[in-house]
C-alpha cells in the first residue's frame, strides 16, 4: 500500500537532537506523518511583584538626592516588615536629569529631578496587601503592582514539553498502524508551528483535548478572616488574591513512517 503524506494532532518535547530543530521548516520526500501536541496546567501564582518608583524635583540636587533616599530607606524597610523575599529586593541607580515645563508655548526650567526605581517580590498576595497598606504613596513615592506569576515557571514548561512529546509519538504510532504502515524515525520536531504546502497555520490547529487543564495549587490561599471581605479585594481596592495561571506548551514533529506491520 503506498502511503499519502497524513496530518494529526498531539503534545510536545523538552529535549532534541539540534539536528532535528534545524530541519523544522522543511519536509521530507518520503512518506510521513506531521503531528502536533499540546499540553496545559494551571496553577495558582506564587510571587507578587510590586515597584516603587521615587522621584524629586527641587533647584538644589542634593535636597532632591536626600529626598530620594530617605524614602528609599523608608520602602525597603517596609519590604522587610512585610516580608518580602530578600533575593527580590532590588534598587536601580539614581538618575539624575533637569526637569522642565512648558509656560505660553516656552519650555521654562523648574529644577532638578532625582528618581530611583524599587522593586520587591512577595510570596503571597497578603503580604503584598500588607506592604501597600502601611506605604504612605504621593507625588514622591508612586507605587505599582505587578502580573502575578508562578516561580517554578521553568521547570513546569519542561515537563509539559516532555508530555507533549509523549503524545505525538504515540498518536503517530497509532496512525501509522491504522494505514497499516510503522514509524521508521523522527525527521523533525519544533515548538513553531510550520507553514508548508498542508496550509496549516498555528491558530488553525485542534486542541487535542477538550477538557480544561487541571489546576494544580501547590499553595493554597488561607481561609479570610471572618468579616473580611470574600471577593479577593480589601476595602481600598487592592487585591489581595489571584486567580490562577494556564501555562501552554505546543510542538509540532514529522516522523518518518513505511508500509509494514
Known amino acids: ?53 521615587l522621584v524629586s524635583v527641587d533647584l538644589k540636587t542634593e535636597s532632591a538626592r536626600r529626598r530620594v533616599q530617605a524614602n528609599g530607606r523608608q520602602v525597603i ?17 539614581l538618575q539624575v536629569s533637569p526637569q522642565t515645563r512648558y509656560k505660553d508655548g516656552t519650555s521654562v526650567f523648574v529644577g532638578i529631578s532625582v528618581s530611583q526605581s524599587l522593586q520587591a517580590t512577595f510570596a503571597d498576595g497578603a503580604s503584598l496587601q500588607r506592604f501597600l497598606g502601611d506605604l504612605q504613596a504621593s507625588q514622591e513615592v508612586q507605587v505599582s503592582t505587578q502580573r ?10 519542561a515537563e509539559l514539553k516532555a508530555e507533549a512529546a509523549a503524545q505525538t509519538r504515540e498518536s503517530a504510532k497509532g496512525l501509522a498502524a491504522a494505514y497499516g504502515a510503522k514509524v521508521i524515525g523522527l525527521y523533525s520536531i519544533s515548538d513553531v508551528a510550520p507553514d508548508f504546502a498542508y496550509g496549516v497555520q498555528a491558530g ?15 499553595s493554597p490561599p488561607k481561609p479570610a478572616p471572618v468579616g473580611a471581605p470574600q471577593d479577593g479585594f480589601s476595602d481600598s481596592g487592592e487585591v489581595i488574591a489571584s486567580g490562577p495561571i494556564t501555562y501552554t506548551e505546543n510542538v509540532y514533529a514529522i516522523f518518518l513512517i513505511q508500509d509494514g506491520p
Open 148 to 157: 502575578p506569576t508562578y516561580s517554578a515557571e521553568a521547570t513546569l514548561r
Open 1 to 53: 500500500m503506498k502511503l499519502l503524506h497524513a496530518l494529526l494532532l498531539s503534545s510536545t518535547l523538552a529535549m532534541v537532537a539540534p539536528n532535528a530543530w534545524a530541519q523544522a521548516n522543511t519536509i521530507p520526500s518520503q512518506p510521513h506523518l506531521l503531528v502536533k501536541g499540546d499540553a496545559a496546567r494551571q496553577v495558582m501564582p506564587d510571587r507578587f511583584g510590586v515597584s516603587v518608583h
Open 77 to 93: 524597610a517596609l519590604f522587610k516588615r512585610n516580608g518580602a523575599l530578600a533575593d527580590s529586593v532590588k534598587a536601580e541607580n
Open 204 to 218: 488553525q490547529w485542534s486542541r487535542a483535548q477538550d477538557a480544561p487543564p487541571p489546576v494544580k495549587n501547590l
